[in-house]
């Protein structure tokens, strides 16, 4: 029973990275970033730019999925079975704070929005 369980994670983790690296890839190829909730269309200055840095954020992400999948199923039963637990959450912090500095690059500089009543919101 223990294994089912192991394999099932090991299933969920690896499309998991499937879906990641097919977002990554129609971003890229389609310069979607209206999907990307975390930058604003109309402050971004490069579009294609943007796409191939949220790209290879979400293939290096998926990668990290797959690793910290197959963590858990070469670790199972032993004494470092929550190495993989331990490893990856501070990757993930890691990454998404870089992905996030590194994205700033690609916005307009001092970009300023007025709303309706005069206010500019930053």
């Given at each position: 029973m223990f294994t089912t369980i192991i394999m099932m994670l090991l299933i969920i983790f690896?499309?998991?990275s499937l879906l990641l690296i097919g977002m990554g890839i129609y971003i890229r190829k389609k310069n979607a970033i209206w999907l990307l909730?975390?930058?604003s269309e109309d402050r971004v200055r490069d579009k294609a730019g943007m796409a191939r840095w949220a790209s290879l954020f979400l293939y290096l992400f998926?990668?990290?999925?797959?690793?910290?999948?197959?963590?858990i199923f070469k670790y199972q039963g032993t004494a470092y079975e929550i190495v993989p637990v331990f490893v990856l959450i501070p990757c993930?912090?890691?990454?998404?704070?870089?992905?996030?500095?590194?994205?700033?690059r690609f916005l307009n500089k001092g970009y300023k929005k007025h709303n309706n009543n005069g206010r500019i919101n930053l």
């Open positions: 690896g499309l998991t909730s975390n930058f998926a990668g990290i999925f797959f690793i910290f999948g197959y963590g993930m912090l890691l990454l998404t704070v870089l992905y996030l500095t590194g994205g700033q």
